[in-house]
């Protein structure tokens, strides 16, 4: 008898779906639904770097540590600490004409002209909240809201999404999109204060070919503009590469690249493009490592 109930034990677990545990971020950059169920709580860490220029050499680093709290079953609230290094040798390009200019996050505009630029520091901090209104285990499409606040000494942003996900083949295939629209100001410069907003699409497909790893690749289709509040149009690029997920009992890590297919830049921000592809804050890579633990 005890035989037979370990056996249908076990074949009942190989029928069930093995989706990604809650909370668990199969994407680089894109947020699914998959959230802290009420009352628990993990621990992220996120490493974002981005290099390779157009001229001289641009590298960048983003840190985000964070604690994610399931404040609900369907919402889900973050704290973040934001720190940076970046480190720029001659990648400025036609900044002598045209003003503000930037080669990169972090580097002023007082850094023109020098052989190197290299800087190591606290930005700030920022918060989610991700609010669950349709769950796509349970519903053909799901569908979430996202609001992030970040302030820094760098830079101050605003960023909302729209987040949707569908699962396939007993939630082996992930499918998600997210429709982003951010305003920011940066600071680099006391005398060179930026402001700009953009609108992106963020769009992958995840698969689960082994038990606990997922596969997958995403995009990105990013637009920038002039100011505050959708000006003129400065930026357009696209990125694309593949991601790989694993997720253990005790911790899960993802990885991520991002590949810059090519751009096109508008007046007045046409300094920030060459080689059509997008240069200011951009590379031709980027890549993501996550990791992240559940709090006991």
Known sequence: MKLRQTLGAVLLGGCLPLTALAGEGVFGWIYTLDLQPKGAAEIEQKIDYTTGHATGSYNLWKSKTGVEYGLTNDVQITGYLDAYSVNAKQNYHQCDEI???????GVPGSANGLNSYSKTAINGGSAEVIWRLTNPVT?????????????????????LRLLLQSNFLD???ILAANFIAETEKFKFDPAETIYESSFDIRYGASYRFAPNWFAGVEGRFHNDFEGSWYGKQIQRANFIGPNLHYGGKDFWVTAAWLYQLGGQCWAPGDAECSNGRVWDSHGQNQFMLKVGMPLQ
Do not use: H, K, N
């Open 99 to 105: 003003a503000p200019c930037t080669a990169g996050f």
């Open 171 to 173: 939630d082996r295939l």
């Open 139 to 159: 519903s053909p499409i799901g569908v979430g809201l996202y609001f992030e606040p970040s302030i820094g000494s760098l830079s101050e942003s605003v960023e």
